[in-house]
């Protein structure tokens, strides 16, 4: 029994000094941390939109669920860039999920005319040396999205050349670009639908900002 | 055992990742390029070192009972800590290893240490076995690392940005110039094939170590006349 007793009180004395550490770390990271991953969202925006280095961006943007645009019950955040008030850009972060292995993480800057600002791809598991040619690191593909909108090309053109579209698919792989068209077409029906509600909505407090 | 027995160990004679076939899952998985293997390396040898001090530290109070309860929680401790600080000082390269960081947890090579030598040793013999465990994981993880870098896209230390900066883009060679790349090599496949290879090679250079060190004792041992 007393031997139990001390077992228990070495191990409870283990976890005690774990968790003790792992607090104090913590909090000594926790804001560096923040810092970071701010850093990387503003840098992701800032592709999109140049002027987005001050960080008044960053924390004028709301979160929608739309089942319609944005499938398998995604949270797409949107992001609001306005010049002196007034609607500039809306950058909007959602998934492609019909990519050839898993969601294709976007991000589309819109602007106040319905035009495309640009769009990046943010993450995806598509095949290297096929699919992954739509990181901009790797071709200019996603390039060609920039000054797009839904009348240029008409709707019915929003596809890859192989469904008689006006985008062009990779040697090897049509599944990858044509799940980026689809989706940035269905981003842009939704930016058009909304765009009023989008721009008064009002901004989430960055307290709930969590994922 | 000596500090030198202990090195040659966990460089050679026992390698993790070439001998022993411990924690494979992010040896395959994390070895497509030199600069994640070095990230990934290093992240297991600083918690290898770390948690077989504390186990040594803790040997003390470490019945046998509650010993493997204990390991995890040393272990899962020093690895959350690992993963703060590198979310701190290394975003870009923690976003590129994503997963596979907090994964160490569940890297038998490390339980593994902390039972067969830290729960048995002294802290310094622990650190230097750490150490040693660590560092040759890290080795075959930059070598095949480095076989499946330069057969699958021809360059070596691409993306060392992530780790070392913006001086890190001068690390950059470019092996193979103009290559087409080698996608095999790239995916999970070329992952299997060059370990293989390399535990191949491995066994191959000792075989001719032994055989060398046997031609050496024959031609020492006296002659009987």
């Given at each position: 029994m007393r031997s139990m007793l001390r077992s228990a009180a070495a191990l409870g004395l283990v976890a005690l000094t774990g968790t003790a550490l792992l607090a104090g770390v913590d909090f000594m990271t926790a804001d560096r941390i923040a810092a970071q991953e701010r850093r990387v969202v503003l840098e992701q925006l800032g592709q999109i939109v140049p002027q987005a280095s001050d960080d008044s961006l960053l924390d004028d943007k709301i979160t929608v669920k739309d089942e319609r645009f944005f499938p398998n019950g995604q949270q797409v955040t949107i992001w609001r860039a306005r010049d002196h008030g007034k609607p500039l850009a809306a950058i909007l972060k959602f998934n492609a999920v019909n990519g050839y292995n898993g969601d294709i993480t976007l991000l589309a800057g819109i602007n106040a005319?319905?035009?495309?600002r640009g769009v990046r791809v943010i993450s995806h598991k598509e095949t290297p040396g096929l699919g992954d040619a739509i990181e901009v690191e790797k071709s200019s593909w996603v390039l060609g999205f920039s000054g797009k909108s839904l009348e240029n090309p008409a709707r019915e053109r929003w596809s890859v050349k192989r469904e008689g579209g006006e985008f062009d698919q990779f040697t090897g792989a049509t599944i990858t670009p044509r799940a980026v068209v689809h989706a940035v077409r269905l981003a842009l029906e939704y930016f058009e639908m909304h765009q009023e509600v989008l721009f008064a909505a009002p901004a989430e407090t960055s307290g709930s900002s969590g994922q | 055992m000596t500090y030198r027995e202990i090195f040659t160990n966990g460089l050679w004679k026992q390698n993790t990742g070439l001998v022993v076939l411990l924690g494979l899952c992010p040896l395959l998985a994390v070895s497509n390029t030199v600069v994640n293997a070095i990230g990934l390396g290093l992240a297991t040898t600083l918690t290898l070192v770390f948690s077989n001090l504390a186990v040594s530290l803790a040997r003390p109070a470490l019945r046998p009972e509650i010993r493997i309860p204990a390991y995890v929680i040393i272990i899962a401790s020093v690895v959350t800590v690992l993963q703060l600080l590198m979310q701190a000082w290394f975003h870009d390269l923690y976003l590129v290893l994503g997963i596979f960081i907090p994964l160490i947890v569940t890297n038998c090579a490390i339980i593994g240490r902390a039972e067969s030598f830290a729960s048995r040793n002294r802290p310094l013999p622990s650190i230097v076995d750490g150490l040693a465990t660590g560092l040759g994981f890290c080795l075959a993880l930059v070598a095949l690392g480095a076989l499946r870098e330069i057969i699958g896209k021809g360059t070596l230390m691409s993306h060392a940005s992530l780790m070392f900066g913006a001086w890190g883009e001068s690390l950059q060679l470019t092996v193979i110039p103009d290559h087409p790349g080698f996608l095999l090599a790239i995916l999970p496949p070329g992952a299997f094939i060059g370990l293989g290879l390399l535990i191949a090679g491995r066994n191959w250079l000792d075989a001719r170590l032994a055989q060398n060190r046997q031609a050496l004792q024959l031609e020492s041992t006296p002659h009987e006349t």
């Open positions: 005319n319905g035009s495309l | -």
